[in-house]
């Protein structure tokens, strides 16, 4: 009977002190259940839009870079085809392939057209070391011909078409490289590489303009004044421009990627293994 009462009192006194704690404790777990049940369904809202673990601004850059690339991409396109179609007319069709300006701007287009896609649908883009060739392709492209050959505009130029490929895409290619760096540094070894096209290209102008008695522009053609002479130092001068900057585009990606310490619009908007 002792016992019992004992029991009896000790029940009492642990219910009395269960009473006494669980509103507090109630309360923890029902804070903890709430948060619990926002971040899963948070968690699934953006899985269900198909987003990564991405800040809404992030990805709000991203698909703004990706839709103007296709945008500046199409552009560089249409501006090419009316100029292609303009030397079909004049009987210029064959030289049209032997631009400087016509062969980096497809590229360059090419470029922007593949990585703007790719980054829209969230797969990796066009790799940061071809990105840096059309950039330097596209600059060299408008540095030359505003400063050299801006004078030559004749009755058969399309100025708009003109400003596209000299002008717009230039400056659109150096900004996309600024607003999005490489994902991965640079080495100045492998950036040579971009170098290999250019000198192909002197090497081919200076081939084929003997042969078939044109060259694409005044400072490779050795029947202008100073022959030879004239033309091995342009190239010289040109080829040290694409040097400097070559060097320059590195540099500047180099450190504005760093800086930043996020990956390039062409990586960091993937969400599949592919």
Do not use: C
């Not at 109630?26 to 198909?50: H, K």
Request: no cysteine; hydrophobic share 45%; glycine share 10%.
């Amino acid at each position: 009977m002792g016992r019992r009462s004992g029991s009896t009192d000790s029940t009492e006194s642990t219910e009395s002190t269960d009473s006494t704690e669980s509103p507090e404790w109630d309360s923890t777990s029902a804070r903890t259940r709430v948060r619990r049940e926002f971040d899963v369904g948070a968690t699934r809202a953006a899985g269900a839009a198909g987003l990564p673990a991405l800040t809404f601004a992030r990805v709000t850059k991203q698909r703004t870079v990706g839709v103007l690339r296709v945008v500046f991409g199409l552009l560089g396109l249409v501006a090419l085809t009316v100029g292609y179609d303009r030397d079909i007319h004049t009987g210029d069709a064959v030289n049209f392939w032997f631009y400087f300006t016509d062969l980096s701007n497809m590229f360059a287009a090419g470029v922007f057209l593949y990585g703007g896609i790719a980054v829209l649908r969230g797969r990796p883009g066009v790799p940061d070391l071809m990105r840096g060739a059309a950039v330097l392709y596209l600059v060299i492209t408008g540095l030359v011909y505003w400063t050299l050959l801006a004078n030559t505009i004749n009755a058969q130029t399309i100025v708009w078409e003109n400003d596209i490929v000299h002008g717009v895409m230039p400056t659109v290619l150096v900004i996309d490289w600024l607003v999005s760096p490489p994902a991965r540094r640079l080495g100045f070894g492998k950036a040579s590489r971009w170098l290999a096209f250019p000198i192909l290209y002197l090497a081919v102008s200076l081939i084929r303009g003997p042969i078939v008695r044109w060259w694409p522009y005044d400072f490779l053609d050795p029947t202008q004044p100073g022959g030879y002479t004239h033309v091995t130092t342009w190239s010289f001068i040109v080829t040290g421009v694409f040097v400097v900057f070559m060097l320059l585009i590195v540099w500047a990606g180099n450190q504005l990627g760093s800086s930043s310490g996020s990956p390039s619009s062409d990586r960091s908007l993937s969400t599949r293994s592919a």
